[in-house]
Every structure is written in C-alpha cells, then in structure tokens.
T-cell receptor, first 110, second 112 residues
Framework: QQPVQSPQAVILREGEDAVINCSSS?????VHWYRQKHGEAPVFLMI?????EQKGHDKISASFNEKKQQSSLYLTASQLSYSGTYFC???????????FGKGTSLLVTP | NAGVTQTPKFQVLKTGQSMTLQCAQD?????MYWYRQDPGMGLRLIYY???????DKGEVPNGYNVSRLNKREFSLRLESAAPSQTSVYFC???????????FGQGTRLTVV
C-alpha cells in the first residue's frame, strides 16, 4: 500500500529548514528515503529501521515513529543542491520491494 | 562503475507493438525491480524478483511480463503496447529486500 507524503510541494530560500512527512496505514518496520532530481534517477538518502537505527546521509536527518506509523525527513539549512523530489518508500507485504509515496517537490531558491 | 544499466533510453512504439526493456546490474545484487513513473503518481512497482529464479507481481503488473534471465539481468516485456503504458520505466536492484536500492537511468517510452 502506498504511503502518504506531505506536503506535496514546498519552496524554500537557501538556508531555511523544511520537514517532509511520510505516513502509512500499516505497521512500519523500516522507511526508506530517496531524492530525485529532474530528469535523473532516484538516489538513496537513508533507511530508518525499527529500533531507531539510521543508515545513510550525514547532512539530512530523519525520524521514525513506529506508534504513529510515520517518518519525517528534516532538511536543515537547505542548500540549492537539495532541490528535487523526495520519496519515501516502505517494504510491501513481501518485505522485498518498496512501495513509494507520490513524492514531495522541494525547490530551494537563492 | 556501471551500476544498473537500462536499454534503450528512449523508445516510441505504435499501439499493439511489442518490445522488451533490458536491465543489467553489476553489483551482484540478489533483488531486482521494475517501476514506472507517471506525473503526480510517484514510482509504482510493476514486478520484482527477490532472487534469481523468482518473480512476483507488484502494484501495476497488467500488460507486462518479466524474465529474470540470470542474477545480473531482469527484463520487462510489453506484449501489446497501449497508450496508457506511456511512462518512464526504472529498473532498480538491491542486495536484498530492505537495503539501499540503486536505480538505472530510466527508459522513456511513448506509445502512440
């Protein structure tokens, strides 16, 4: 089942902060985050695992709330290079392939 | 490092034609996936292969077939293309299910 992301889009000035949310209707064991720049392939940012372990990017942080079945991605002191579409993904019922949300478009302006 | 390679990068088909999208990875990954991406819809899973020799349907499998030819290669076939299959197709691979996925550069397919 597809996770729900919010907001759909956000525009920031360089240096500002943003939060992107991802929620699921089913229990979460892990959440993946990817970023896709226009015309390019999605690129891995991080994985959050049940229990709090986080693997991935060192300048972007995220939280994982198992009880609320949601994850949030925190982009602090945004840079122009942060622009793109952010997707969260959660493993399907098989535990293998990811089901992605519809994405959050982030534009960072000078 | 090649990573995940998809061919072709662009393709135009006429309705009813068939074609196969090729995908190969050189990272010795066990799992491979096919997604389609349409504006406003995110990435939707078509088929996946958890390991060599196995394939399973994803969210939108109708109109597609797949073959896991060997550990490296996972192809997607459109038997009779329809305009609704106009999309960008991404192949991805990962070591196993719940690990970092690597995506190919995509195939932009237009069915007229």
């Amino acid at each position: 089942q597809q996770p729900v992301q919010s907001p759909q889009a956000v525009i920031l000035r360089e240096g500002e902060d943003a939060v992107i949310n991802c929620s699921s209707s089913k229990a979460l064991y892990s959440v993946h985050w990817y970023r896709q720049k226009h015309g390019e392939a999605p690129v891995f940012l991080m994985i959050l695992l049940k229990g709090g372990e986080q693997k991935g990017h060192d300048k972007i942080s995220a939280s994982f709330n198992e009880k609320k079945q949601q994850s949030s991605l925190y982009l602090t002191a945004s840079q122009l290079s942060y622009s793109g579409t952010y997707f969260c993904g959660i493993p399907g019922h098989s535990g293998y392939a990811l089901n992605f949300g519809k994405g959050t478009s982030l534009l960072v302006t000078p | 490092n090649a990573g995940v390679t998809q061919t072709p990068k662009f393709q135009v088909l006429k309705t009813g034609q068939s074609m196969t999208l090729q995908c190969a990875q050189d990272m010795n990954h066990n799992s491979m996936y096919w997604y389609r991406q349409d504006p406003g819809m995110g990435l939707r899973l078509i088929y996946y292969s958890a390991s060599e020799g196995t394939t399973d349907k994803g969210e939108v499998p109708n109109g597609y077939n797949v073959s896991r030819l060997n550990k490296r290669e996972f192809s997607l076939r459109l038997e009779s293309a329809a305009p609704s299959q106009t999309s960008v197709y991404f192949c991805a691979s990962s070591e196993q299910g719940d690990t970092e996925a690597f995506f190919g550069q995509g195939t932009r397919l237009t069915v007229v």
